[in-house]
Antibody
Framework: EVQLVQSGAEMKKPGESLKISCKGS????????IGWVRQMPGKGLEWMGI????????RYSPSFQGQVTISADKSIRMAYLQWSSLKASDTAMYYC???????????????????WGQGTMVTVSS | QSVLTQPPSVSGAPGQRVTISCTGS?????????VHWYQQLPGTAPKLLIY???NRPSGVPDRFSGSKSGTSASLAITGLQAEDEADYYC???????????FGGGTKLTVL
């Protein structure tokens, strides 16, 4: 069974750092892009960025560029989303999802997300 | 303000047909990029419902169908059931933003 399993809920203070994870199983992890999606409380889905674990090629949404870092460790089938200094406005549910689609060029990487993790709730509060 | 525009809510009685629209622009849907639809039941992760405009993943009932025309796309649900009550999101790719974009989501209420 193809699965993405995310790390557990986190409670942090403003200014702290955080790295959450997403572990893939049941498929060739290095051959599929993994995306990250934010959902703030009571709000819709926002695409944050995407990474290809095979070579760590990473693309960011302009809204999230410089705000977060997406990385991957293909040896342990993990993708990561990290913050160096959290803000209260980072409070949200974060999902990882596997991209299903064809080749990604340097400028274009369309596709759908066919398998989703269960989500990691991040709460930032003083 | 989402790049793709969806109605905030739609409703229908059991057995009826409802449609949810997703309106984009010439830099996303109108540029030829495919549209995908997701269902998010309360308290759960999104689930892929329709991919590449009109294709259903294995296990998705044929009551769900999708279409695309010009700069818009639609999701249709026939034979509405109580279990269909959920949030629905469209998604595509935007060449100006060089990334995927989601609609704002539509809450379906089954009366």
């Amino acid at each position: 069974e193809v699965q993405l399993v995310q790390s557990g809920a986190e409670m942090k203070k403003p200014g702290e750092s955080l790295k959450i994870s997403c572990k893939g199983s049941g498929y060739s992890f290095t051959n599929y892009w993994i995306g990250w999606v934010r959902q703030m409380p009571g709000k819709g889905l926002e695409w944050m960025g995407i990474i290809y674990p095979g070579d760590s090629d990473t693309r960011y949404s302009p809204s999230f560029q410089g705000q977060v870092t997406i990385s991957a460790d293909k040896s342990i089938r993990m993708a990561y989303l990290q913050w160096s200094s959290l803000k209260a406005s980072d409070t949200a549910m974060y999902y990882c999802a596997r991209r299903l689609g064809g080749y990604c060029s340097i400028t274009s990487c369309p596709g759908t997300f066919d398998v989703w993790g269960q989500g990691t709730m991040v709460t930032v509060s003083s | 303000q989402s790049v793709l525009t969806q109605p905030p809510s739609v409703s229908g009685a059991p057995g009826q047909r409802v449609t949810i629209s997703c309106t984009g622009s010439s830099s996303n849907i109108g540029a030829g990029y495919d549209v995908h639809w997701y269902q998010q039941l309360p308290g759960t992760a999104p689930k892929l419902l329709i991919y590449d405009n009109s294709n259903r993943p294995s296990g998705v009932p044929d009551r769900f169908s999708g279409s695309k025309s010009g700069t818009s796309a639609s999701l249709a649900i026939t034979g509405l059931q109580a279990e269909d009550e959920a949030d629905y999101y469209c998604q595509s790719y935007d060449r100006s933003l060089s990334g995927s974009v989601f609609g704002g989501g539509t809450k379906l209420t089954v009366l």
